[in-house]
């Protein structure tokens, strides 16, 4: 999937669809790419926590620190795999989950994609399964895990977040390693219950999805 999505709720929304309460300032942006602060919910002394976080770990790679470059962000866990998720995939610790309402994807021909949303029917509020640390020298970071997408999605991409139903938000953050890798590679959510909104917003334009007006969100 892409590197953008937008919750288009108040932050008093979200506590209610969580059953958690504000750690630290909340500024909800209009959307939010890698590198970005974005909203996370975790569990922290058995009470459920919001907090804002840079989307994206660093990826240390040594010739990048010896030129003193800054390191890539990597903000999707596609490949449960990879050396540098190993400590953080297998540990409940590590686990949250990212409030969205909209995630995004680019459509249309190189050099002039558009924006194009995509959102459940059914649910205000979307729960996608993430994992978040606190970076020596960055500070606290999130990504969210993909897998493959439904039929709503193509051609805009082939990946989506993997989306949990709200009971199955405790199971994610406090189950085994087996049920993580459950998550990733059951069937995605019907496409039938998504919602797709086509925009002729450039890609790289920035703000909300369009409904957020209409639906007096802003």
């Given at each position: 999937?892409?590197?953008?999505?937008?919750?288009?709720?108040?932050?008093?929304?979200?506590?209610?669809?969580?059953?958690?309460?504000?750690?630290?300032?909340?500024?909800?942006?209009?959307?939010?790419?890698?590198?970005?602060?974005?909203?996370?919910?975790?569990?922290?002394?058995?009470?459920?926590?919001?907090?804002?976080?840079?989307?994206?770990?660093?990826?240390?790679?040594?010739?990048?620190?010896?030129?003193?470059?800054?390191?890539?962000?990597?903000?999707?866990?596609?490949?449960?795999?990879?050396?540098?998720?190993?400590?953080?995939?297998?540990?409940?610790?590590?686990?949250?989950?990212?409030?969205?309402?909209?995630?995004?994807?680019?459509?249309?021909?190189?050099?002039?994609?558009?924006?194009?949303?995509?959102?459940?029917?059914?649910?205000?509020?979307?729960?996608?399964?993430?994992?978040?640390?606190?970076?020596?020298?960055?500070?606290?970071?999130?990504?969210?895990?993909?897998?493959?997408?439904?039929?709503?999605?193509?051609?805009?991409?082939?990946?989506?977040?993997v989306l949990l139903?709200?009971?199955?938000?405790?199971?994610?953050?406090?189950?085994?390693?087996?049920?993580?890798?459950g998550f990733q590679?059951?069937?995605?959510?019907?496409?039938?219950?998504?919602?797709?909104?086509?925009?002729?917003?450039?890609?790289?334009?920035?703000?909300?999805?369009?409904?957020?007006?209409?639906?007096?969100?802003?």
């Amino acid at each position: 999937m892409s590197r953008l999505h937008s919750l288009r709720a108040s932050i008093e929304e979200v506590c209610a669809f969580f059953g958690a309460e504000v750690a630290g300032q909340i500024v909800i942006p209009p959307d939010l790419t890698e590198g970005g602060q974005g909203l996370v919910m975790f569990e922290a002394g058995g009470r459920r926590r919001l907090r804002m976080m840079r989307w994206g770990f660093p990826r240390h790679i040594r010739d990048v620190r010896l030129q003193g470059k800054e390191a890539d962000i990597i903000g999707l866990v596609a490949d449960l795999t990879n050396p540098m998720w190993e400590q953080t995939v297998v540990d409940p610790r590590y686990r949250c989950i990212i409030p969205i309402t909209h995630f995004g994807n680019p459509e249309g021909d190189p050099g002039k994609k558009t924006r194009t949303w995509f959102s459940v029917a059914d649910q205000s509020i979307m729960a996608w399964a993430g994992f978040c640390r606190n970076i020596p020298d960055v500070g606290p970071c999130f990504a969210g895990m993909t897998m493959e997408a439904n039929a709503a999605i193509p051609p805009t991409n082939d990946r989506m977040p993997v989306l949990l139903e709200p009971d199955e938000q405790a199971r994610w953050l406090h189950g085994s390693i087996a049920d993580v890798i459950g998550f990733q590679f059951r069937p995605p959510m019907a496409a039938e219950r998504m919602t797709v909104l086509h925009t002729d917003d450039p890609w790289r334009s920035g703000g909300p999805p369009p409904a957020a007006s209409q639906l007096g969100l802003l």
